[in-house]
């Protein structure tokens, strides 16, 4: 009696797959590079937010401890100035409004400066196509006035 094993046969693989992974990285590498991007850009806008959120922060804290409404715009435009660059944030426009109301309050009457920080900041180095070139972040903050503390007249 003759004896048969059961030898397994090899596989041929297809031949119709060839080049089907570089298909798929031309496919997905454009779509990864655009998330990519995007991610970048919420990140620069999320940061300048912050960034602009401090520096009004900080001009309307400097204008409140002025004890007129001159020196108040001028170290609150300062310190808003200074805080931008002191967190490497660059403005292609900057925009800082210190009102200055609140000093020509009489003294014992609460009163307050209230701060607003505009900062357009650039977006057209990322080159991703519908994403705007640039975009304004505001930042507003207020800061209470002694109201006992002595103003000129």
Wanted: proline share 7%; glycine share 8%; with cysteine.
């Amino acid at each position: 009696m003759k004896r048969t094993t059961n030898v397994p046969h090899t596989r041929r693989r297809p031949t119709g797959d060839r080049g089907s992974v570089s298909m798929e990285l031309a496919i997905l590498a454009p779509v990864l590079i655009a998330m990519l991007l995007l991610i970048v850009a919420a990140g620069r806008i999320h940061l300048s937010d912050s960034t602009v959120d401090a520096a009004a922060r900080n001009a309307a804290r400097a204008a409140s401890l002025e004890r007129d409404g001159a020196t108040a715009k001028t170290a609150g435009t300062r310190v808003a100035q200074q805080t931008l660059q002191d967190q490497g944030l660059r403005c292609d426009q900057l925009k800082v409004d210190v009102p200055t109301d609140g000093f020509r309050a009489p003294l014992g009457t609460p009163s307050s400066v209230h701060v607003t920080v505009s900062c357009t900041v650039a977006l057209a180095d990322l080159a991703l196509p519908g994403l705007p070139g640039s975009r304004t972040v505001t930042g507003t903050f207020s800061s209470p006035i002694d109201a006992y503390r002595g103003r000129p007249a």
